[in-house]
């Protein structure tokens, strides 16, 4: 089959692999509905993370079972499935603290940006729904397995309440899907840190109330304005520079709490600088399959769309425009057809 | 009358300055019971932090009221009481969050290794008790105003719950109280690394119900293979170093808290370390505050005894000793009759 292979900074090709089979008898083989690009698929791409071999690109993915292992007994050929980006067995301590991404036998999701992917511990990574969804669902469940489910992890992990006042720092797929969950959540404000229109407009579709234009120190002023001088109760962090994580961390209140999920890329945090901060730190691969069951349900009943969040529809064949146009911040987020 | 002044690395006197008095009418001056010598007085104390004037020493103290500013309302002289080592109104956003160390007007307290001090923003500071406590009762309220009010801090952050298995790094003095306090809060389990004889027995008489001798890699191993390869669910970081603090973050399961109160010296974390490791982070100078109350009536109620932790009793003349026997380890913290 064709599959997208990263093969350097900038040079991304949909070309001829190895179809991917049954490896162990925990694995299950999904034909995808629809796959699409992260905004971590970036780093590499923009020889930010170093790749020494031609690397097989996405984690993100929903589709039909087509072949499962011996050992799998939740889902079986025919199925709808979503699953997360980081593999689980859903059973281990960590699995039932709820961190499935940290789970002890934890992979990450890598090839599939292909018609077909090779999903690890499917019993424990993948959900199935009760029918086949409506077509016009799809980008919404898609949206499920990586950028909802992180965009909520940071929501979560910042500990949002009813009431909370969030500041979301990036506006990229994940800030705006952090928008979405923290107002799901029941917070009464969420300020999102912006300067791109259309980016603001989703963000205010999704539940912002107010937006931030203004970086750095200036950006931090800004939201201690909009909070009568005393911060955030809980930061979402959505990018991963060092810039986005100072910031996140001095627009919320001591005792606040930060959710970050950018992941981190030349980040340095200073002993003292948190001790005196005084704020909960929680980061981390988001634990999707935590929160699977929750978002897929809201997706089903038309209570959430996070499916808008990809500006961006391309047939899997043009991947490279679509690395491209998210490079160039001319998209949001693009979704493949395959 | 004569104060505890730290010259240089080595170099305390105790010498003649000037009385206290009352600076704004929200200050009030009080007469030490008992005051005592902190594990963080020794980073200036080893040179670790500079010094480059005299500074009066001393943060911790309980006593009796002589005087109160115009503004004073809530204790008056002749009441006995005790306050914590970082000030606050007790009424600004940050104070009603229960985050009184980050109170928009703290102020860190100086001088109290001293017959008298005078404590700012008394009504917001200081908690009187309803009489004068019995004399043998004056360790453990001392304890109370820093080393137990610090050591509970750091298991509230470390988010402690009943049947918590809790992880202590640092047989000093918070350390010791950590144990303590994880074990009034409810912890099944409570490990304690310490290879210090005397230490490990009153942490042992404190409620931890197993010492770890082994450090760095080592002995988050070995408390690994004492929580089923899990890891600990809470972690109370008690010393400050990069050392202790990669201990403590290393020691706790993913999902699991680290509440960090060593004031950090040297520590650089690093942004993917933190990412992947996912675990809960808050530190910071403790919200003593918040605590008083509470830990005020254990005391007096004799359910608890903190003021163990003092194992020496010098007059405060003899300070230079009590400062040599801590820096030492000869003491795990010295008591100054004034």
């Known amino acids: 089959m064709l599959a997208t292979i990263l093969h350097g900074p900038g040079d991304v090709r949909y070309e001829d692999v190895a179809e991917p089979g049954i490896l162990k008898p925990t694995d299950a083989i999904i034909k995808l509905s629809a796959t699409c690009i992260c905004g971590s698929d970036l780093w590499p791409y923009r020889g930010l993370e170093t790749v020494n071999a031609p690397r097989p690109m996405g984690h993100e993915y929903c589709g039909v079972v087509v072949e499962v292992g011996s050992d799998v007994k939740t889902v079986r050929p025919g199925q709808f499935v979503v699953g997360s980006f980081a593999t689980s067995d859903n059973a281990c301590p960590h699995c039932r603290h709820g961190f499935q991404s940290s789970c002890e036998q934890r992979e990450f999701m890598a090839g599939a940006q292909a018609p077909y992917a090779r999903v690890p511990l499917a019993d424990g990574t993948l959900v199935a729904t009760a029918e086949m969804p409506a077509d016009d669902l799809l980008p919404s469940l898609l949206a499920v397995s990586d950028v909802l489910g992180t965009g909520w992890y940071a929501a979560d992990a910042a500990r949002v309440r009813p009431g909370s006042t969030v500041a979301v720092v990036g506006d990229g797929a994940v800030g705006l899907m952090g928008v979405l969950a923290a107002r ?93 901060s005084q704020k909960n730190l929680l980061g981390g691969p988001a634990p999707v399959r935590r929160f699977l069951p929750q978002l897929i349900d809201l997706v089903l009943s038309r209570r959430i769309n996070p499916g808008k969040v990809f500006d961006l529809e391309l047939p899997i064949a043009d991947v490279a425009e679509g690395y491209r146009a998210m490079d160039e911040r001319r998209a949001i987020k693009t979704l493949l057809r395959v």
Chains 1, 2 share one sequence.
């Open 184 to 276: 799901q959540m029941g917070a009464d404000r969420v300020i999102i840190m912006s300067r791109h229109k259309r980016r603001q407009e989703l963000a205010l579709e999704y539940g912002a109330t107010d937006i931030v234009t203004e970086r750095g120190d200036a950006g931090v002023a800004r939201i201690k304005e909009l909070t009568g001088a005393v911060g955030a109760d809980a930061v979402l962090e959505c990018v991963g520079t060092s810039e986005s994580m100072h910031q996140a961390i001095d627009a919320a209140r001591p005792g606040g709490s930060i959710g970050f999920v950018g992941v981190p890329h030349g980040v340095e945090l200073g002993g003292q600088y948190l001790f005196f």
